[in-house]
C-alpha cells in the first residue's frame, strides 16, 4: 500500500529589520558624540592632521605615543641638531604603541614599542625607552578609552529610540475591520466616510455583531520616552565634559542648584581629562624638548555663551 505524501503548509515568517533601525540609531550617536569629542581640544602649535590624529586615538584607544622622526633617521637626525633643517611640527611623530614585555615596579612599561599602521620609515621597529625615546599619554586616569566611558548609556539611547519607534508604529495603527463576505459594500461605506472625515457614520447591517473594527490600545508615551532620551543625552555630554544645561529643556525650568550641580560634573570630567594630556604633553616637552600648549575649546564657547548672555540682559550698561 503506497504511504500518502504529507504537504507541509508554508509558513509565514515576518522578516524584520529592527537590527539594521537599530545600528543606524548607534551609528547616529557614535557620531554625533564623536564630533563632540573632536572638537573639545585643540593643540595650535600641531597641524590638523596632528589634531586629528591624537584625539581619534583618544576616543577609540585611549592612548598615543610620540617620538622624534630622528629616532629613525640618523641622517635626518644630523641635520636637525646642526640646525640644518627646522622640521617644525613634523620634529615630532605619534602613532599608537604596544607594550615590549618590560616593566618597572609599578607595573608601568619601560619599553614601547610604536606600531607602523602605513609601513612608513620615519617609525621605528626597535622597542623605545619610555620617558628617554618614547612618550606615552593617556586621556584619562583609567587608561581607557573615552568612547568606553559612554558605551553603555549609547546603548540605552539607542533603547530608548527603538522603544519611541515601536510608539509611534502603535499610535498610526490603522483601522481593522473584520466582515462578512454579505457585508462588504457595508464596511465600503464606512471607510469612505472615514476618508472624508465624516462626523457622523451611518450605516446599515443586519447583524451589528457582524461588523468588528480592531484598533491599538497603546497608550501616548512618546513624550514620557523623549524626556528619557535627553537624560541619557545630557549624562553622556556631562561624561565628555561639554556644556549641556539646557539642552531638551528650558534653563527656567531648572533650579540654581541643580544647574550649579551639573556644571560641577562637567567642569570635573573636563579638567580630567585635560589634565591628564597636559601632563603627556608636558613630558614630550621635558623628553623630545618640542613644546604643546592644550585649549579647552568647550570651556572657551562656554564663557562665550555667558558674555551673549550678560550682555542680553545689560544693553548699554543699564538694567533690564
Not at 565628555?240 to 556644571?263: F, Q
Request: one cysteine or more; proline letters at 2%; aromatic letters at 10%.
Amino acid at each position: 500500500m503506497a504511504k500518502s505524501k504529507v504537504v507541509s503548509k508554508p509558513i509565514y515568517t515576518f522578516k524584520s529589520n529592527a537590527d539594521a533601525i537599530r545600528k543606524a540609531f548607534r551609528f547616529f550617536y557614535n557620531q554625533k558624540f564623536f564630533n563632540k569629542w573632536m572638537n573639545k581640544f585643540d593643540f595650535p602649535e600641531l597641524n590638523y592632521q596632528q589634531k586629528h590624529f591624537i584625539m581619534k586615538k583618544f576616543w577609540a584607544d585611549g592612548t598615543i605615543s610620540c617620538a622624534s622622526i630622528t629616532t629613525s633617521n640618523k641622517s635626518l637626525a644630523g641635520l636637525v641638531q646642526a640646525n640644518l633643517i627646522d622640521m617644525k611640527e613634523n620634529s615630532i611623530v605619534f602613532a599608537p604603541w604596544s607594550h615590549a614585555n618590560r616593566y618597572n615596579v609599578y607595573d608601568f612599561s619601560t619599553h614601547a614599542r610604536m606600531i607602523n599602521q602605513r609601513g612608513v620609515k620615519f617609525i621605528p621597529s626597535r622597542a623605545l625607552e619610555v620617558d628617554k625615546e618614547i612618550v606615552i599619554g593617556w586621556a584619562q586616569k583609567n587608561h581607557k578609552s573615552v568612547f568606553s566611558s559612554i558605551e553603555a548609556k549609547l546603548d540605552e539611547l539607542v533603547d530608548i529610540e527603538m522603544k519611541k519607534r515601536v510608539s509611534r508604529k502603535s499610535q498610526s495603527q490603522p483601522w481593522l475591520f473584520v466582515f462578512t463576505p454579505e457585508d462588504y459594500q457595508t464596511i465600503q461605506k464606512m471607510e469612505e466616510q472615514i476618508e472624508n472625515d465624516d462626523a457622523y457614520l451611518f450605516v446599515q447591517s443586519e447583524n451589528a455583531d457582524k461588523v468588528k473594527s480592531i484598533v491599538s490600545g497603546a497608550p501616548y508615551i512618546i513624550d514620557k520616552l523623549e524626556q528619557d532620551r535627553q537624560k541619557v543625552e545630557n549624562d553622556i555630554l556631562t561624561i565628555l565634559g561639554v556644556n549641556n544645561v539646557g539642552v531638551g529643556e528650558k534653563k527656567e525650568h531648572l533650579v540654581v542648584d541643580e544647574i550649579n550641580a551639573n556644571n560641577q560634573d562637567i567642569k570635573e570630567n573636563s579638567d580630567s581629562y585635560a589634565r591628564e594630556i597636559k601632563e603627556f604633553l608636558g613630558r614630550i616637552n621635558s623628553v623630545l624638548g618640542y613644546k604643546i600648549t592644550l585649549v579647552n575649546l568647550s570651556q572657551t564657547e562656554e564663557t562665550e555663551d555667558e558674555e551673549i548672555e550678560d550682555d542680553g540682559g545689560n544693553k548699554d550698561g543699564m538694567d533690564a
